[in-house]
């Protein structure tokens, strides 16, 4: 599996309705893509949950490389950086996805970035935050929860959707899901 994420910060006082608008008529789209776990289609604004931007920033779970070159590769893709120029893509490998059978019920998600030490023991890593991973799932109200690192600037990823916005703190990115696209079952 691997997990991506692009974000677009937009300008303090651009109308976010814009793309209030633009997840409502373009989210369904993706509904049912091949390979793909989940697309939720995040934004934040400026000062809320304290966000610093405005930004729009889905993330994808794919279950299949293939499924991420094959949205990136596609008309979908190329409209959006029509509009909104070429994002870096940020991947990650995933170590542990859990997804609870109420997930479309997500209104909420958030997003840790963590760096890790050089040299640190990534066996004992991966352990922790599988198993926190599903914790977040089993008891802590994630309605999902993936742990997943990259091996280029040694971070690590902690995404989670959620009901209800959790207490958070000022590393932690928070946004709203407006449109949350899943496999077909």
């Known amino acids: 599996m691997i997990a991506m994420q692009y974000a677009f910060t937009l300008p303090a006082d651009y109308d976010m309705s814009i793309i209030d608008r633009r997840i409502r008529d373009k989210g369904p789209l993706l509904d049912g893509f091949p390979n793909l776990g989940f697309k939720a289609y995040l934004s934040a604004r400026k000062g809320e949950f304290g966000s610093r931007d405005n930004l729009y920033a889905p993330f994808y779970l794919w279950q299949k490389p293939e499924g991420a070159s094959d949205f990136l590769c596609g008309p979908g893709f190329e409209a959006l950086t029509s509009a909104f120029g070429w994002p870096q893509v940020r ?6 996805a859990e997804i609870s059978s109420d997930i479309a019920s997500a209104r909420f998600a958030t997003r840790d ?17 599988s198993a926190e991973a599903a914790a977040d799932v089993a008891t802590a109200g994630a309605l999902a929860s993936v742990s997943a690192f990259e091996p280029t600037n040694w971070t690590r990823v902690r995404f989670r959707l959620w009901r209800e916005i959790p207490e958070i703190d000022e590393q932690t990115q928070a946004y709203r899901v407006g449109h949350l696209s899943l496999a077909r079952s």
Not at 91 to 96: A, C, D, L, S
Not at 113 to 125: C, G, H, Q, T, V
Request: net charge neutral; hydrophobic share 55%; charged share 25%.
């Open 113 to 129: 970035i963590l760096r890790m030490e050089p040299y640190a023991l990534l066996a004992d890593i991966r352990r922790a935050e």
């Open 91 to 96: 991947t990650w490998i995933v170590w542990q």
